[in-house]
């Protein structure tokens, strides 16, 4: 078997006394490295080139990828964060620079990594932190309505129990809480989150992924017939999902429904303008 197959058995991550227990020598490893067959993250560390760079960056700090950026690597992050989240056991040191193993975190500091210290040791893999952990990091560094979304794409995809969650944000405070606890394993995406949380703090319920018989599930539903469709930062690379988007809103107007269309940049960039267009539709009863 290779080096890189065994280091891929062990989790693309082996320590030197793992590789060492497989007969590996110290020598082997040194020429691997040397060869750029494999990577020395860390001191009595190794990882396979492939390895994502992010991963590798985790581990070189000294621990594994936490917040968004666990997040983002589970597939519950829209876009690559703008800084590394690392999530490292209090009793740990000799933190390292993440683009060099060989320099000190604390005299080479690093203005795009964010350590979260923590006692907890359950992992989700050798590279990522827990997803309880994850989540609960994502509460001190982002606000509520982030923080919700991402719990949203985890209870959906089935990575955490409702319960689970109520329970690691028992301790917070009271007005905090009750915001993190407007989760819906409905939501079948990062803009469904944030248009019902945002829409919910107006005071607004809106029904999450709804059947309308000849049409489909549509977005979102406010009262009987507002519906709401979002259309995502990638939207309309597909010509067919573009006619079949604009035939299910005739179907939906033929039925009576009034049919509001909003794009990412509208959500997240001008959202005055996204709920003038809301209120003022609920506002003539189109709602009803």
């Known amino acids: ?51 994502a760079g992010h991963h590798q960056r985790a581990v070189r700090v000294g621990g594994r990828l936490t917040c968004s950026s666990g997040a983002y690597a589970l597939g519950l992050w829209l876009y690559p964060p703008p800084k590394l989240h690392v999530a490292v056991i209090r009793s740990t040191s000799r933190l390292r620079n993440p683009h060099d193993r060989t320099k000190r975190l604390t005299r ?51 990575m955490i129990r409702l319960q689970d969650w109520l329970s690691d944000i028992d301790h917070l405070p009271s007005r ?63 010509r067919d999902q573009f006619e079949e988007d604009r035939r299910r809103d005739a179907r939906l107007a033929l039925m009576g429904y009034r049919v509001l269309r909003f794009t990412y940049r509208q959500l997240t960039r001008q959202w005055r303008v996204v709920r003038a267009t809301v209120e003022g539709c609920m506002a003539r009863g189109d709602h009803n």
Not at 33 to 50: D, K, L
Not at 141 to 152: G, K, L, N, R
Not at 203 to 231: F, K, N, P, W
Request: proline share 1%; glycine share 8%; hydrophobic share 45%.
């Open 108 to 158: 080479h500091p690093d203005a795009h990594t964010i350590v979260h210290w923590t006692d907890r040791h359950a992992t989700s893999n050798r590279y990522i932190a827990s997803i309880r952990q994850i989540l609960l990091d994502m509460v001190w560094c982002y606000s509520p309505e982030i923080v919700v979304a991402a719990v949203d794409a985890a209870l959906h995809a089935g």
């Open 1 to 51: 078997m290779k080096l890189t197959d065994d280091i891929t058995t062990l989790g693309g991550l082996a320590a030197t006394f793992e590789l060492l227990a497989r007969g590996w020598t110290k020598r082997q490893l040194a020429a691997a490295v040397h060869t750029g067959a494999i990577v020395r993250v860390r001191q009595g560390w190794y990882a396979n080139q492939s390895t």
């Open 176 to 238: 905090l809480r009750k915001l993190l606890q407007r989760v819906d394993a409905a939501s079948q995406s990062f803009l469904e989150s944030i248009m019902r949380f945002r829409l919910g703090m107006l005071g607004i319920r809106a029904r999450l992924q709804v059947h309308i018989s000849g049409v489909g599930h549509v977005d979102l539903i406010i009262g009987t017939t507002l519906v709401i469709e979002l259309d995502g930062w990638q939207f309309h690379k597909d």
